[in-house]
C-alpha cells in the first residue's frame, strides 16, 4: 500500500496527464487527489504576465462571460459585428482563442498559444474567450486600457438552471479521454459544488464589478440581451467603435436568434482531441438551450434554495447592493458613485 501511494504521488506530481490516459474509468479522481486543478481540462495559465503578452496585441477584444450566461450567443454577435454580418466559418471556435481549455490531457500552454495565434487575421482584432475573473494579470481592465473586456452576467438561478443539462451532457468519448470526468450529477449538486463550494459563478461577476465603467469595458445581462437584442447589438458595435448599417443589422438579428443557431447547432460544438481524433466534448446542440429568461425558481427544490442563500452569504458577503439587483433582473447599469 506505501509503494502503491508513493508511486500515485509521484505520478500526481510530475505526470498526472498518466492519470486521464491510462485509467479511463476514474483516473480524474487520482488526478484531483494528487492537487491537479479541476476540471482536469481547464488551464488558465494564459491569463498570467508570464504568457499574456505572447498572444494579446493592442485592440483585441477579450469576452469574459459568466458561465451559461450567453457565452456562445455573445461570440456569434461579436463576430457577426466585426465580419458585416457573415459567419462563413465551420465552427465557431474557429475565429476566436481559446486557451482555456486543453484539446488532449498534458498539452501544454506553449502549444496552445501557438496554436490559437494562427486563428489571427492581419490587421483585425481579435477576440479571446474566457470565463476567469479579473485576479489575473491579464484580466486586469485598468492594467490594460489598450485591450476592450466584453462582460456578461445573467440571473443566478437561470445560470444553475442551464448548466445541470450542460454538465450532465459529456459524451463518452470525451469521459474516455479525460479518465472518467465527468460524472453525472443532480441538480441539488449542481448547486452544491458550481454555486455553494466554488466562487466559479458568483465569483466572476463580483471581481468584473468594479471595472464596470471603465472605458474598456462593457457589462452586458442576458436579459437585456433577450428583451432588447438590436439595442444591446448597436451597444456593443459601438463599444467596438464600428459601423453597423440597417442592412447588417437585419442579418445581425437573423443570424444571432436561438431559430437560426438551433438550425446551425453543430457550428456551436466544442471539438477537442489531436488532428486524426477529433472529438465532442458535449453532445450537439447542447450550448444552445432555450434561453428563457424566467428567473430559474420552478428549477428550485427547498434544498436548493437553501444552498443558494448560503452561497450568496458566503461569495457576495459584502458586495454592492445594486450589483446583487442587477445580476436578478438586468437593466440599466448602476450610474457610477457621485464623487
Given amino acids: 500500500m506505501a509503494v502503491a501511494a508513493i508511486s500515485i504521488g509521484l505520478v500526481g506530481k510530475f505526470k498526472p496527464s498518466l492519470f486521464l490516459t491510462h485509467a479511463p474509468h476514474y483516473g480524474y479522481i487520482l488526478w484531483a487527489m494528487t492537487g491537479n486543478n479541476m476540471p482536469p481540462f481547464f488551464d488558465s495559465k494564459a491569463w498570467g504576465k508570464d504568457n499574456f503578452h505572447k498572444f494579446i496585441q493592442p485592440g483585441d477584444i477579450i469576452l469574459s462571460t459568466m458561465a451559461k450566461s450567453g457565452s456562445l450567443w455573445l461570440q456569434q454577435i461579436v463576430h457577426l459585428i466585426k465580419n458585416n454580418g457573415t459567419d462563413d466559418y465551420e465552427y465557431i471556435h474557429d475565429t476566436m482563442g481559446v486557451l482555456d481549455f486543453l484539446y488532449y490531457p498534458g498539452q501544454h500552454i506553449e502549444e496552445r498559444i501557438a496554436t490559437e495565434i494562427q486563428k489571427r487575421r492581419p490587421g483585425a482584432p481579435m477576440s479571446w474567450f474566457t470565463h476567469e475573473p479579473t485576479h489575473h494579470y491579464g484580466l486586469n481592465p485598468r492594467s490594460h486600457p489598450e485591450i476592450k473586456y466584453i462582460v456578461t452576467a445573467r440571473n443566478g438561478k437561470e445560470v444553475m438552471k442551464s448548466f445541470y443539462p450542460f454538465v450532465n451532457s459529456v459524451t463518452q468519448v470525451f469521459k474516455d479521454r479525460w479518465g472518467g470526468f465527468a460524472p453525472p450529477i443532480s441538480k441539488e449538486q449542481v448547486v452544491e459544488r458550481f454555486a455553494l463550494n466554488t466562487p466559479f459563478f458568483l465569483g466572476h461577476i463580483k471581481s468584473w464589478w468594479q471595472y464596470r465603467h471603465e472605458p474598456n469595458v462593457l457589462m452586458l445581462h442576458y436579459t437585456n440581451l433577450k428583451s432588447a437584442p438590436e439595442q444591446e447589438i448597436y451597444k456593443i458595435a459601438k463599444f467596438l467603435n464600428i459601423t453597423v448599417s440597417d442592412y447588417e443589422m437585419k442579418r445581425i438579428l ?21 488532428d486524426g481524433d477529433k472529438y465532442l466534448a458535449f453532445e450537439e446542440g447542447i450550448h444552445i438551450n432555450s434561453g428563457k429568461a424566467d428567473g430559474g425558481e420552478d428549477f428550485f427544490t427547498p434544498v436548493m434554495e437553501e444552498m443558494w442563500e448560503q452561497a450568496k452569504a458566503k461569495h457576495w458577503n459584502g458586495a454592492d447592493p445594486e450589483m446583487v439587483s442587477w445580476v436578478q433582473i438586468g437593466g440599466p447599469l448602476p450610474s457610477p458613485a457621485a464623487i
Avoid at 438550425?263 to 466544442?270: D, E, K
Fill in 254 to 274: 437573423e443570424k444571432s436568434s436561438f431559430e437560426y443557431m438551433k438550425r446551425n447547432r453543430n457550428r456551436f460544438s466544442l471539438v477537442l482531441g489531436k
